[in-house]
Structures are given as structure tokens and as C-alpha cells.
């Protein structure tokens, strides 16, 4: 389907409308090889094939990042008085119209994932799906084998909300790994504290094999690529 030049570079996050007109008038951007002068020109973005200054753009309809989320900023598209993950991204890449494939806490750090693609976000949240996330927990308290074990099994909240059987790994200290492969509300912290453990710092250190490391520091963010998608649903997923 034809669709003017400037929206689909625009779509891409390659620049603002207005910029992309000088961009375009400018040269800078060929369609089949052949210089393009006028924004208004439409183009196939399924078959045609654009450059701009000389570099084939990746005509993709869906975009993935994952973002080391720092504490102090939530996880959703917009809030009228805080801060948002969102915010905390270029202005090309406000445009793509991402939002965060499940929600952190306010208050945890680490791997959040944004994209345009609300199947793929279905996927790594449902629980049927068996995407493990795994979170680094700091707590008050020695977790032991005893909570360890009560994990395994399933714990039962306060409330009377069941959990699915998760993984606790205790270090012998008030550091703890846990691993669940649903995202209740608050569910690692509320699963902690029903142990008596309550959370003092909550990191997520990995959405399937996906690792978010230490690299991208406190708000850093990198474009995923086919093989970190893989990562995530562990090759159940194919991009576009
Ligand atoms: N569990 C929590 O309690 N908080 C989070 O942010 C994520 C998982």
C-alpha cells in the first residue's frame, strides 16, 4: 500500500515531519536508488526499498527495546505529575508508540521491555506462555530453605491469592533470587513479605534468557534484535 515518504519515515522514528521535509529536500533520502526531492512521493514500505544517506532503512512495523529501568519513574505511557518510562526516551522514539510489556513497581530497577507489538507483550506476560522473569531481591531478614521450599510448592498471599510454584534462591545472606513466571501485583515483594522477608530493593535481572547486565546504567535503553526476541520467548517467536 502507497503511503507518503515523510509519514513512513516519520513512523520509523527516523525524525520529526518537519525535519524530515529539509532531510528530504536536502537529498538525503533515495527510494529505489533514485533521489528523492519531495516528501509528498508515496512509497510501498513492503517492497519499496529507501535509504537515507546512503543506509537502507528497516521498514519494521513493530519495535522492541528493553530499557534498564531506574527507580523513581513508572511504568506506564503517561501520567499527568511523575515521571515515565517513556519520558526517559528520545523524541524520535516517543512517535513509535511503545508502552512497557507488563509493569514494575515505582520503586524496581532493571529490565523493562517496550515495544508497539501487543501480541508479542501478551505473550512474555501470560503466564501460559512460561516466560520466567527472574529479579535480584535485597530483604530484610535471612531467606532459608524453608522459604525456598514454601516457594516451590506455591505460596498462598495474604489475601488468599494462589501463586504458581516459583524459585527462590537464597545466598546465605539478605540477598535472594526469585523466579516467578507470572506478574501479579507487587507479587514478588507480597511473596517475600508473606515469608516475613519483607523487600527493600527489587532488581529484574531477566525476562526469558533475555539478561539486561549492567551496560546500559540507570535509564540506558538498546534496540532488541531478532535473537534477544528469541531470548525472550526462547524461539517460540518469529519478528514480523
Ligand atoms: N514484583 C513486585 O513486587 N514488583 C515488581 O515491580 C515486579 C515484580
Do not use: W
Request: glycine share 10%; with cysteine; hydrophobic share 35%.
Amino acid at each position: 500500500m502507497a503511503v507518503r515518504l515523510d509519514k513512513v519515515l516519520s513512523e520509523l522514528g527516523v525524525a520529526s515531519r518537519r525535519e524530515l521535509k529539509q532531510i528530504i529536500k536536502a537529498g538525503r533520502v533515495s527510494v529505489n536508488g533514485q533521489t528523492v526531492t519531495g516528501p509528498e512521493k508515496h512509497v510501498d514500505p513492503d517492497t519499496d526499498e529507501i535509504c537515507l544517506d546512503g543506509e537502507i532503512l528497516r521498514l519494521r512495523r513493530f519495535r522492541y527495546f528493553m530499557m534498564d529501568k531506574p527507580a523513581g519513574v513508572l511504568s506506564v505511557t503517561e501520567d499527568r505529575r511523575q515521571k515515565t518510562v517513556l519520558e526517559l526516551l528520545p523524541p524520535e522514539l516517543k512517535r513509535l508508540e511503545l508502552f512497557p510489556v507488563g509493569r514494575l513497581d515505582k520503586d524496581t530497577e532493571g529490565l523493562l521491555i517496550l515495544t508497539n507489538d501487543g501480541d508479542f507483550a501478551h505473550r512474555v506476560i501470560s503466564p501460559k506462555s512460561g516466560v520466567e522473569k527472574r529479579y535480584r531481591a535485597e530483604v530484610e531478614g535471612i531467606p532459608d530453605e524453608d522459604d525456598a521450599r514454601a516457594f516451590a510448592e506455591g505460596l498462598i498471599l495474604a489475601d488468599g491469592t494462589h501463586c504458581l510454584p516459583a524459585k527462590l534462591e537464597i545466598t546465605g545472606g539478605s540477598v535472594c533470587f526469585v523466579t516467578v513466571m507470572e506478574g501479579k501485583y507487587h507479587q514478588v515483594k507480597r511473596m517475600l513479605a508473606s515469608r516475613g522477608k519483607p523487600v527493600q530493593r527489587l532488581r529484574r535481572l531477566s525476562v526469558g534468557e533475555l539478561e539486561i547486565g549492567e551496560d546500559l546504567g540507570a535509564g540506558g535503553f538498546r534496540e532488541l534484535e531478532e535473537n534477544d526476541l528469541c531470548k525472550v520467548l526462547k524461539g517460540f517467536h518469529t519478528v514480523n
